[in-house]
């Protein structure tokens, strides 16, 4: 029988009120669901002292043991391989688009949660930034337990803003985050693409592991809209009379081509690139965090 | 332009339906927000100009198939009362009719008349057509109305030919006038170019009028001083009795004009080659009557040309016919011997009729029944049986074969008492029978002045044919006192009857031959026949059907229509060619050895050039003379002014194109109005061109 809180419909996530209640839901169904996969190989359990070794942080000396044996031993724990978490939600007003009823922004936030709680189990500090044309909201990552209430009270708080302008957040986020960790970019990445290369490649440059998730709706991606009708630009309001019989091919060709790109360019600067299609679980968003997660340690 | 149905009219508005629909659907399109537009504005520009290019096709497809639809409706055509160009100038239809008979010939006529038709195109001015005409006393059509002046110069040069054809006025001032009409409006100039040669216009056309609106322009280049030349009613006659054997050939030299000539050379061709030539002057005006006499013949068809010498006009100078000689055919009267010497036999008034020096082609000989001999007839020879008495099988046996060989036999039958002897000898191979006599019969004696007519003739058959025409001879005033009632059987045929309803005339044939039995006698016993004028040419008549000769014309004039088969036959008929195969085919060449085309399907061949015609198949030649028509050679000039006025409507000249000709005819309403079917089909394309186009966006978008 299928896990209950596995593969969850994104739209079912949208009953659920509390945030916190949505990542748990999502992040517990989840790794009930992985509980035998190879990628969990990480612990917070007590793993050896050791000497103290110069170099070591002493803030890392078990002052007991020295008390006991007057000797310096550090103590090294399994789980004390975290580190900090970096959440960034595009929230121009874009974002705000849901074909189904449930918006990009919505699923974002609900992604942002998800990766959220999941981080703070593996005791990563996990920060969080809102952003559209400039930075709306910094919460620096921490690992302590009320952190993770600030974060989702922030991720919360986030709605649908300003113009779309990833290039100058992203490099104003980079250079506010000194710790180096994982920075996840959650965003439909509506700007001009060389652009929002140019923002992410900062991140990286910064020492960051850059995981971009473009999170698009089904609408934009295949296009399927039947009458002509005019089509109103979210951001700018701007209009344009469309007959989309006309123009579906070429622009999914355009679409293709842009995803194309992202995913050539985040390859090349080792970044990692995912398209989530709001209309699928959260769970592809989630492999691929942890993943990268492996990967680092 | 007009409307017919101009209510129509309001469908024009249709039109705007497309357009109000166009706009309803886009003004009630639907908004969608979309997070944004910058793919869509990538989106080819090219792509949705060439899309909003086919969407505006579209619309203007629709529009246009509904304003043809509602054009087509309305039924519109040209009214253009007075065709007047800018200038106001009013174009005219110009309609050249130039005469190409044989008087156009005439010193230098045909020269300035094609000069002065080159003038008319020459002075053609814009939006003007022309047409031109050429005319004898046939009309041809060459150019239709058009503006293509050039071509009629073009031909006018190098296409139009005189003619040997005499002139005709009327007939082609009707074409004219027809093709003038088919210009539709504006003016309506009919050029006639001739020389108003008095002999064209005939006395039957004189009641011919132009329609009124039609002008005529008169260009003449005849002329009142002239003098011409020719020779006409040319007959054959046999050599005075007495004189050397041969024929004499009569004809009248006629000088048509106001000029004495002297010493006018005439000359007569036989065969080809010059044979005799006289000189003689001749008045003007007048005619002179004069004779060759014609040298002993060999038998058969000869070509003679008699040619009168006279430069001004060449074309009617020679008169040709064909003269054919051949001997006197042999009649063979076979007869009983007379009963006493000195009383007249049975062939006595025959032989009055046949044996005569002049026009008769027999020559009859009595013999005795007794000594009779078919074997000994020559071949063509005829035999007048002639009431003779007797005769048993060897001279049935001999009549039978005589006349299954072709042969020729007029069985005479006074009365009823030889119906013995004629049921005998004929009545076993002859579809007739005599009855014997009976008591109720006529009284045999003339004091009793009892008696029968001859009635009921057959004037379509060759026998009586020349008898069918008023003063040509009456069989009335003779009287039949006896004659011998015959019985016929299929296969025979009564030519005439007398009153009483008996058959006179009986016609059977046998084989190739043929049999008339005549039911009366031959002489004055049984009747008076022979004592009237009418014997002679009615026993001439009979002997000529028994020996297949017709009454020749030894030429035609131009403009007959002749059969070249029925020529041949006649021909072979008289070479005793039986056998000749007519059915093989018909070569006809014209005098200049041309050949002339045959329709299919058609056995007749009109002449229309003077000289001899030839007529050949591959083992039959005859040939026929054809000679102009008398009276075009008189050039005596007509008023051409006068001539003009009596052909045009009374006003036409005060007023030449008069405000109520210019109702169309209704050829020319249909015309005019013709455009509706075009546009009907023009609105159908543009329908179809909309649902292709309509489909291709449906099933098949970019």
Redesign the interface.
């Known amino acids: 029988m299928p896990q209950p809180t596995r593969f969850i419909d994104p739209a079912a996530l949208m009953r659920i009120s509390s945030l916190e209640l949505v990542a748990r839901t999502v992040v517990e169904g989840f790794i009930s669901g992985l509980h035998r996969s190879p990628h969990l190989g990480f612990s917070v359990d007590f793993a050896e002292y050791r000497p103290y070794r110069p170099g070591d942080d002493i803030r890392k000396i078990d002052w007991k043991v020295y008390a006991r044996l007057d000797r310096f031993f550090v103590k090294e724990y399994e789980g004390e391989t975290n580190t900090s978490i970096h959440l960034l939600l595009d929230c121009s007003r874009?974002?705000a688009?849901g074909s189904g009823g449930l918006q990009?922004l919505v699923y974002g936030q609900y992604l942002a949660a998800s990766l959220g709680y999941f981080a703070f189990k593996q005791r990563d500090g996990v920060g969080f930034v809102s952003f559209d044309d400039e930075v709306r909201e910094f919460v620096p990552a921490r690992g302590s337990v009320g952190h993770l209430n600030t974060v989702l009270h922030a991720i919360e708080r986030t709605a649908a803003g300003g113009r779309?302008d990833l290039a100058q957040p992203l490099v104003a986020i980079a250079e506010r985050t000194r710790r180096r960790g994982i920075v996840i970019v959650i965003s439909?990445l509506?700007d001009e693409a060389p652009r929002v290369m140019e923002g992410l490649r900062h991140l990286a440059f910064r020492g960051n592991d850059v995981i971009v998730f473009q999170v698009l709706?089904p609408a934009?991606l295949h296009f399927d809209?039947e009458?002509?009708?005019?089509?109103?630009?979210?951001?700018?309001r701007?209009?344009?009379?469309?007959?989309p019989?006309?123009?579906?091919?070429?622009?999914r060709k355009?679409?293709r081509d842009?995803i194309a790109f992202f995913e050539r360019e985040c390859q090349r600067d080792r970044m990692d690139y995912a398209l989530i299609d709001t209309s699928q679980p959260l769970d592809r968003a989630l492999f691929t965090y942890l993943l990268k997660r492996e990967q680092l340690y | 332009m007009s409307f017919v149905n101009p209510l129509f009219l309001l469908g024009a508005l249709a039109a705007g339906i497309p357009i109000l629909l166009h706009l309803i659907k886009?003004e009630r399109?639907?908004?969608?927000?979309?997070?944004?537009?910058?793919?869509?504005?990538?989106?080819?520009k090219k792509?949705?100009r060439y899309?909003k290019v086919r969407h505006l096709l579209l619309l203007l497809l629709r529009i246009l198939s509904i304003l043809f639809l509602v054009s087509a409706f309305l039924r519109p055509y040209r009214d253009i009362p007075r065709a007047a160009t800018a200038s106001g100038h009013v174009a005219a239809a110009h309609v050249v009719l130039l005469d190409n008979s044989l008087s156009m010939a005439y010193a230098d006529r045909w020269d300035r008349a094609r000069r002065a038709a080159e003038d008319v195109a020459a002075g053609m001015r814009p939006g003007d057509k022309i047409a031109l005409l050429e005319f004898s006393d046939q009309t041809l059509v060459r150019l239709p109305l058009s503006d293509r002046s050039a071509a009629v110069v073009e031909d006018i040069r190098h296409a139009v030919q005189l003619t040997d054809r005499p002139t005709r006025y009327a007939q082609a001032l009707k074409v004219a006038e027809k093709v003038a009409l088919d210009a539709g409006t504006g003016r309506r100039v009919i050029h006639i170019i001739c020389d108003f040669q008095k002999s064209g216009w005939a006395a039957e056309e004189q009641e011919f009028r132009l329609g009124s609106g039609i002008e005529l322009e008169r260009v003449d280049v005849g002329s009142d001083e002239f003098s011409n030349l020719t020779i006409g009613d040319v007959r054959v006659l046999e050599a005075a009795e007495g004189a050397e054997a041969g024929l004499r050939l009569k004809y009248s030299l006629v000088n048509f004009g106001n000029e004495d000539r002297r010493s006018v050379r005439i000359g007569l061709a036989l065969d080809g080659r010059p044979a005799m030539e006289r000189r003689t002057d001749i008045e003007r005006g007048g005619v002179q009557a004069g004779e060759f006499q014609l040298p002993g013949l060999t038998a058969g068809a000869h070509q003679v040309v008699l040619e009168v010498e006279d430069t001004r006009l060449l074309r009617d100078n020679r008169y040709t016919m064909m003269l054919e000689t051949r001997g006197r055919t042999q009649v063979f009267s076979v007869e009983d011997a007379a009963s006493s010497p000195g009383t007249r036999s049975a062939g006595y008034f025959l032989s009055r009729a046949l044996n005569i020096p002049v026009w008769s082609r027999y020559q009859l000989t009595g013999v005795p029944v007794a000594r009779f001999d078919s074997s000994a007839i020559p071949q063509g020879a005829l035999v007048i049986w002639n009431n003779a008495s007797g005769g048993g099988a060897g001279v049935q046996k001999k009549l039978q074969d005589f006349v299954g060989a072709g042969g020729g036999l007029v069985v005479v039958v006074a009365d009823g008492a030889r119906a013995a002897d004629f049921n005998r000898v004929f009545g076993s191979w002859l579809p007739v029978r005599v009855e014997p006599p009976s008591r109720d019969a006529r009284s045999a004696d003339r004091r009793g002045e009892e008696y029968a007519l001859l009635t009921d003739l057959k004037l379509d058959h060759p026998i009586f044919r020349p008898f069918g025409e008023p003063h040509s001879g009456s069989f009335a005033a003779a009287r039949f006192y006896r004659h011998a009632r015959i019985t016929l059987s299929e296969g025979a045929q009564a030519l005439a009857h007398y009153d009483n309803g008996d058959p006179a005339l009986v016609l059977a044939g046998r084989d190739k031959g043929k049999v008339l039995i005549f039911a009366s006698s031959a002489d004055d016993s049984a009747n008076d026949l022979p004592l009237k004028a009418i014997f002679a040419p009615f026993w001439q008549q009979m002997l000529h059907y028994l020996d297949n000769v017709s009454e020749e014309s030894h030429s035609v004039e131009i403009g007959s229509t002749i059969s070249p088969r029925r020529y041949l036959l006649e021909t072979a008929l008289r070479q005793a060619k039986g056998n000749a195969d007519l059915n093989q085919a018909v070569v006809v060449l014209d005098p200049s050895k041309r050949r002339v085309p045959v329709a299919a399907g058609s056995d007749t061949v009109m002449v229309d050039k003077a000289g001899f015609y030839e007529v050949r198949t591959a083992n039959l030649n005859a040939s026929i003379a054809v000679n102009t028509v008398p009276r075009e050679s008189n050039l005596t000039h007509g008023n051409s002014e006068e001539m003009a006025a009596g052909w045009l409507s009374p006003g036409t000249r005060a007023e030449p194109v008069a405000a109520a000709d210019e109702r169309p005819t209704p050829e020319e309403q249909d015309r005019r109005q013709r455009m509706w079917r075009w546009l009907l089909l023009a609105a159908l394309a543009f329908l179809v061109g909309e649902a292709l186009l309509a489909n291709q966006f449906i099933l098949k978008?970019?």
Do not use: G
């Open positions: 874009s974002m688009y990009k779309s439909d509506y709706d934009e809209f009458a002509s009708a005019q089509f109103v630009d979210l951001e700018t701007a209009e344009m009379h469309v007959i019989e006309f123009v579906r091919e070429e622009y355009i679409m842009q | 886009r399109a639907l908004r969608i927000e979309f997070p944004t537009l910058m793919f869509l504005r990538r989106v080819s792509t949705i899309q978008p970019d």
